[in-house]
T-cell receptor
Framework: DGGITQSPKYLFRKEGQNVTLSCEQN?????MYWYRQDPGQGLRLIYY???????QKGDIAEGYSVSREKKESFPLTVTSAQKNPTAFYLC?????????????FGPGTRLTVT | QKEVEQDPGPLSVPEGAIVSLNCTYS??????FMWYRQYSRKGPELLMY????GNKEDGRFTAQVDKSSKYISLFIRDSQPSDSATYLC????????????FGSGTRLSIRP
């Protein structure tokens, strides 16, 4: 069954702690993306990777870090430097190149930081 | 001004009605236009994808792009309660296909 998995579905952390969100895909897609969704706002791009061992900052990369050591995996770390980390985080993947705009999303992780 | 504007709703219509959802945009470089459906607490699902201007039909759904007016629409015919969700428009340019700009979403409710 092909798709994108994100874990966990809900995550709770104390302020000042780093936290890593998992994203795995078995679609054999080259490109992977992380978005953040806040109430009443569209999705905002945090980081994206078009190939293994390479990634680029999106529009709101401050306070976040990523790695892309394997094609299937693109974990996102929310660091203590992120001023407002509570949000719904969505991972997506695409074939890459000109098909990059056909992105397929995972189920999301809701992060709450108190 | 946001690059993509979308009325947040909520929009409530009776079952069987035709639904019209719309977005306007300001960047004339946008060439790829998408509609995503997002159920509550779930990830968005790609519903329709169109390139440049024109119409595209898929079952009960029709996507329309008017580049001259910078206006896109999604029509849902014979709406069902299962269509109740938030609909996000999204678009990107040829030179930056990876960087999709999303609308904020319209919440749609279909009353049985």
């Amino acid at each position: 069954d092909g798709g994108i998995t994100q874990s966990p579905k809900y995550l709770f952390r104390k302020e000042g702690q780093n936290v890593t969100l998992s994203c795995e895909q078995n679609l054999n897609h080259d490109a992977m993306y992380w978005y953040r969704q806040d109430p009443g706002q569209g999705l905002r791009l945090i980081y994206y990777s078009q190939i293994v061992n390479d990634f680029q900052k999106g529009d709101i990369a401050e306070g976040y870090s990523v790695s892309r050591e394997k094609k299937e995996s693109f974990p996102l770390t929310v660091t203590s430097a992120q001023k407002n980390p509570t949000a719904f985080y969505l991972c997506a993947s695409s074939s890459g190149g000109m098909a990059s705009n056909e992105q397929y999303f995972g189920p999301g992780t809701r992060l709450t930081v108190t | 001004q946001k690059e993509v504007e979308q009325d947040p709703g909520p929009l409530s219509v009776p079952e069987g009605a035709i639904v019209s959802l719309n977005c306007t945009y300001s960047n004339s470089a946008f060439q790829y236009f998408m509609w995503y459906r997002q159920y509550s607490r779930k990830g968005p699902e790609l519903l329709m994808y169109t390139y440049s201007s024109g119409n595209k039909e898929d079952g009960r759904f029709t996507a329309q792009v008017d580049k001259s007016s910078k206006y896109i629409s999604l029509f849902i015919r014979d709406s069902q309660p299962s269509d109740s969700a938030t609909y996000l428009c999204a678009m990107s340019s040829y030179s930056s296909a990876s960087k999709i700009i999303f609308g904020s979403g319209t919440r749609l409710s279909i009353r049985p």
